[in-house]
Nanobody, 127 residues
Framework: QVQLVESGGGLVQAGGSLRLSCAAS????????MGWFRQAPGKERNVVAA????????YYADSVKGRFTISRDNDKNTVYLQMNSLIAEDTAVYYC????????????????????WGRGTQVTVST
């Protein structure tokens, strides 16, 4: 069971950038695919981006393609979400999540595929 702690959220103006970090501990980080999810008030929690064990495979929601980049550093047990060109619709609580797979290329895109979740970090984009 991996423990996850997000950081890097905050208030940013539209068009600006933020980088979220998720530090993992308590497990073999490299054996987990990782994802970022977000949930806005009154909305469902949806996947934003995900990355496989090795970082060689990624997934992005259509709404963030070309603006967000997920990456991981297994030596530092950390996954990142670089968010550029932020818009008001990006305002949400962002959650880091980890899931185990025996397939190192697997990228989970559904919440039920993930076993461990961080507490979330608020991202607010002002206009």
């Amino acid at each position: 069971q991996v423990q996850l702690v997000e950081s890097g959220g905050g208030l940013v103006q539209a068009g600006g950038s933020l980088r979220l970090s998720c530090a993992a501990s308590g497990g073999t980080f490299s054996r987990y695919f990782m994802g970022w999810f977000r949930q806005a008030p009154g909305k469902e929690r949806n996947v934003v981006a995900a990355i496989s064990w090795s970082g060689g495979e990624t997934y992005y929601a259509d709404s963030v393609k070309g603006r967000f980049t997920i990456s991981r550093d297994n030596d530092k047990n950390t996954v990142y979400l670089q968010m550029n060109s932020l818009i008001a619709e990006d305002t949400a609580v962002y959650y880091c999540a980890a899931g185990y797979s025996s397939e190192y290329r697997w990228v989970g895109t559904r919440g039920e595929e993930y076993d461990c979740w961080g507490r979330g970090t608020q991202v607010t984009v002002s206009t």
